[in-house]
């Protein structure tokens, strides 16, 4: 396990610098490992991270790939275009964790796996927070909302809440951790308070999980009323969740197999819009409340167009948030 800074090679290798123009790459600030403790004084904000990992989703007994998610982004979001739209200068990139994983591990030791990542994680995030900053985690499973909520929660000295866009409520058991339980694990712990779901699909939400959500007082807005029955506006939904999250410290998430067709660990047919996601991530991030931005499960193929593609969404996401919080 390890955190794997930005070096100027990598620099040298993703940015495709054209004349006459700045791409928000040259302009961005970047630390390595001497400067990592100095992270408190440097004058970004935002401090982007990633996570090249698929643990969380196979110990859930799904598919693998959402390794593949941070290094789409980060050749998409360093060649946007440096303008007036976004300051460059309050974001960082700091680089990414690896874990030293294997394809043949059994279930019991994938656990394990995201476990030890748990550990790694939450320190980083702790310190992130610490410093007055706000953490921005791409790529990874779901798995990785737990030490996000952890170490945002310790740093904070109390417990935080939390808005998701997701069709599914990663409410499971505490079986083993895994992309299915982060949320339950944060709440069982203390760590997660209040907790919003917007968009969960009805068809892939177990009986059993809704009643300890139910007892656990997470609520939640359903695809099928907001989009099929029209009882409620995607817009509305958000706001009215975020009505009593955002009055103290909340994370926002976003699943990004919410989105319909995108290239996910668990890629749906019927989801949001890219235009609906950039929507909730702009209406949440303009919260001054906002602790942390999650983009988890993004799975492209090898295929150059769904890097490029997906890439180009992780890019929107993030400077949507920036833009709104700023």
Known sequence: MKLNFIENSDLENLLKKRKGEIKLGEKLNYLNKKTWDDLESTPAKYVILGVEEDLGPRANLGNGGSDKGWKSFLKAFLNIQHNSFLRAE????????????????????????????????????????????????????????????????????????????????????????HSGNGFSYAKSE?????????????????????????????????????????????????????????????????????????????????????????????ICGAHKNATYLHLPEAAPSDNSHQQTQAGKMLSYLVSDFIKANQ
């Open 90 to 177: 309050e974001v960082l990139i700091l680089g990414s964790v690896i874990p030293n994983s294997s394809l043949n591990l059994d279930l019991d030791e994938l656990r394990k796996e995201v476990e030890k990542l748990d550990d790694y994680l939450s320190p980083i995030i702790q310190k992130i927070v610490e410093a007055s900053k706000i953490p921005i985690v791409i790529g990874g499973g779901h798995n990785n909302c737990y030490p996000l909520i952890k170490g945002s929660s310790l740093a904070k000295k109390e417990s935080i809440n939390c808005i998701n866009c997701d069709p599914h409520a990663d409410f499971r058991p505490l079986e083993g951790r």
């Open 190 to 282: 203390n760590y997660l308070s209040e907790y919003n779901i917007i968009g969960l699909h009805e068809n892939y939400n177990s009986s059993a999980m809704l009643h300890e959500m139910k007892t656990e007082k997470v609520a939640f807005y359903s695809y099928e009323d907001i989009f099929i029955r029209s009882k409620i506006s995607f817009e509305e939904a958000i706001h009215k969740s975020l009505r009593s999250l955002s009055k103290s410290n909340f994370g926002i998430e976003l699943d990004m197999d919410a989105i319909e067709g995108f290239p996910a660990s668990a890629e749906t047919p019927s989801g949001i819009s890219p235009r609906e996601a950039r929507q909730y991530i702009s």
